[in-house]
């Protein structure tokens, strides 16, 4: 399946294929221990031009397409999906509203450091008590002395405890449901804000996430994205439509791994003196996976292909997010059936494989909430 890669991907490909296996790999094990992301990472990959791939080169980026970004997100996710998520919200959900709607200031200040891996983002919209209806979010602006005065609480918030800026979704006019939502960006030394804790997860422990407090932290007017009031959620929904292509290009990282090594397994392991391949029904698992993963590499890519000729829809990118995030679980799931007791331990990767694959069904929309916007797309 490689309809949609031009030689330069090809050779995109095999360049960070070499960085990761040099510069993320050896550092895998140690920070899924300590649940601690290696930051010195961010600097070396934007030296590279890995990290905001889409970016022009007038800020300093490669000027790639969303192909290029998704073959990146794909070896990535290969390497590590929990250290690939902090990459994917700075290059994406924490880059993107500034790249399209930000001002020639915010660019300068934000973006062309974001790109360098010199500044980390983090993108700021889910509430305690606003999650997948991000209309019902309760985050304030009120307008202020030539700014606005931010009061909330955002947490998931990926990169939260290490950013030095989040672009925070909050309401400037709370009786507009929806449309009454703008973007703003807090840097991480403005008064008022704080990371309230780090969170401890099931999956994706190498990357960092928190939970972010504003109490009547004041940014300069300067500092919303776009240059009127509302508006915001339409910068939220052309920037998660993206992200959830984004997914799909993760899922295929993780779907090769799981592949990978119930083909080890399965070509190495014996029961009773008998190959464990030699069973019918472990080939037809072995079958199955890898109609999935070609199922999702073909959707994904084309999905990439429309965005860069500018036509997907909401329905094309919830379709890849849908479809990729659970027939992932599903391959996670019989991965880690194939190989009994085995893989439930610590030392084994497809645990590890397992708890991962299962995030990528929440951020973003969840699969409920994909269900919907496809449905909502069929004209009933
Ligand atoms: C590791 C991690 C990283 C994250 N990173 C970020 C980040 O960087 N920035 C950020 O802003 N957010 C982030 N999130 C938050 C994520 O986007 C939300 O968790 C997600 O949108 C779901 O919201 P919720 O957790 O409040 O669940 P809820 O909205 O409370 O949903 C609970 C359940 O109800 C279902 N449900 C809800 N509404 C409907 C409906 N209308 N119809 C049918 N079913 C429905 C959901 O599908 C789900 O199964 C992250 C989450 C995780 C776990």
Same mark, same amino acid.
């Given at each position: 399946?490689?309809?949609?890669?031009?030689?330069?991907?090809?050779?995109?490909?095999?360049?960070?294929?070499?960085?990761?296996?040099?510069?993320?790999?050896?550092?895998?094990?140690?920070?899924?221990?300590?649940?601690?992301?290696?930051?010195?990472?961010?600097?070396?990959?934007?030296?590279?031009?890995?990290?905001?791939?889409?970016?022009?080169?007038?800020?300093?980026?490669?000027?790639?397409?969303?192909?290029?970004?998704?073959?990146?997100?794909?070896?990535?996710?290969?390497?590590?999906?929990?250290?690939?998520?902090?990459?994917?919200?700075?290059?994406?959900?924490?880059?993107?509203?500034?790249?399209?709607?930000?001002?020639?200031?915010?660019?300068?200040?934000?973006?062309?450091?974001?790109?360098?891996?010199?500044?980390? +983002?983090? %993108?700021?919209?889910? !509430?305690?008590?606003?999650? @997948?209806?991000?209309? &019902?979010?309760? $985050?304030?602006?009120?307008?202020?002395?030539?700014?606005?005065?931010?009061?909330?609480?955002?947490?998931?918030?990926?990169?939260?405890p290490i950013c030095h800026y989040v672009i925070v979704a909050a309401y400037t006019d709370v009786t507009k449901k929806g449309s009454g939502i703008n973007l703003f960006i807090v840097d991480r030394e403005n008064p008022?804000?704080?990371?309230?804790?780090?969170?401890?997860?099931?999956?994706?422990?190498?990357?960092?996430?928190?939970?972010?407090?504003?109490?009547?932290?004041?940014?300069?007017?300067?500092?919303?994205?776009?240059?009127?009031?509302? +508006?915001? %959620?339409?910068?939220? !929904?052309?920037?998660?439509? @993206?992200?959830?292509? &984004?997914?799909? $290009?993760?899922?295929?990282?993780?779907?090769?791994?799981?592949?990978?090594?119930?083909?080890?397994?399965?070509?190495?392991?014996?029961?009773?003196?008998?190959?464990?391949?030699?069973?019918?029904?472990?080939?037809?698992?072995?079958?199955?996976?890898?109609?999935?993963?070609?199922?999702?590499?073909?959707?994904?890519?084309?999905?990439?292909?429309?965005?860069?000729?500018?036509?997907?829809?909401?329905?094309?990118?919830?379709?890849?997010?849908?479809?990729?995030?659970?027939?992932?679980?599903?391959?996670?799931?019989?991965?880690?059936?194939?190989?009994? +007791?085995?893989?439930?331990?610590?030392?084994?990767?497809?645990?590890?494989?397992?708890?991962?694959?299962?995030?990528?069904?929440?951020p973003e929309g969840t699969s409920e909430i994909q269900h919907l916007l496809i449905f909502n797309e069929l004209g009933i």
């Amino acid at each position: 399946m490689e309809i949609y890669f031009k030689e330069e991907h090809e050779i995109f490909r095999k360049t960070i294929q070499s960085f990761i296996e040099k510069e993320i790999l050896p550092l895998v094990d140690e920070a899924e221990e300590k649940e601690k992301f290696p930051v010195e990472l961010f600097p070396k990959m934007g030296s590279q031009g890995f990290l905001c791939i889409r970016v022009p080169k007038t800020y300093g980026g490669r000027d790639g397409d969303k192909i290029m970004e998704c073959i990146a997100i794909e070896e990535l996710t290969k390497g590590s999906s929990g250290i690939t998520s902090a990459f994917t919200t700075h290059g994406g959900l924490a880059t993107d509203p500034i790249l399209r709607f930000g001002s020639e200031d915010q660019k300068q200040r934000y973006l062309v450091p974001a790109v360098k891996g010199e500044k980390i +983002g983090a %993108f700021g919209l889910t !509430e305690p008590d606003a999650g @997948s209806d991000a209309a &019902s979010l309760r $985050a304030t602006a009120e307008k202020r002395l030539g700014g606005y005065l931010i009061n909330g609480t955002k947490t998931f918030i990926t990169n939260g405890p290490i950013c030095h800026y989040v672009i925070v979704a909050a309401y400037t006019d709370v009786t507009k449901k929806g449309s009454g939502i703008n973007l703003f960006i807090v840097d991480r030394e403005n008064p008022g804000f704080s990371v309230v804790k780090k969170l401890t997860k099931l999956g994706h422990r190498s990357t960092e996430t928190g939970e972010l407090s504003f109490d009547d932290c004041w940014v300069p007017k300067e500092q919303m994205i776009g240059d009127q009031e509302g +508006g915001g %959620f339409n910068q939220i !929904e052309y920037t998660l439509r @993206s992200g959830r292509i &984004s997914t799909g $290009a993760r899922c295929i990282g993780l779907a090769r791994s799981i592949l990978e090594e119930s083909m080890y397994y399965v070509r190495n392991a014996k029961k009773q003196g008998r190959m464990v391949g030699r069973s019918q029904s472990v080939r037809f698992s072995l079958a199955e996976m890898a109609m999935y993963l070609d199922v999702m590499k073909a959707i994904t890519y084309r999905c990439a292909w429309l965005y860069d000729c500018g036509k997907v829809t909401m329905k094309d990118a919830a379709i890849v997010k849908l479809f990729c995030t659970e027939t992932l679980c599903k391959m996670a799931y019989d991965g880690l059936r194939l190989q009994g +007791g085995e893989a439930y331990l610590n030392s084994n990767l497809m645990q590890r494989l397992l708890r991962d694959s299962r995030l990528h069904r929440i951020p973003e929309g969840t699969s409920e909430i994909q269900h919907l916007l496809i449905f909502n797309e069929l004209g009933i």
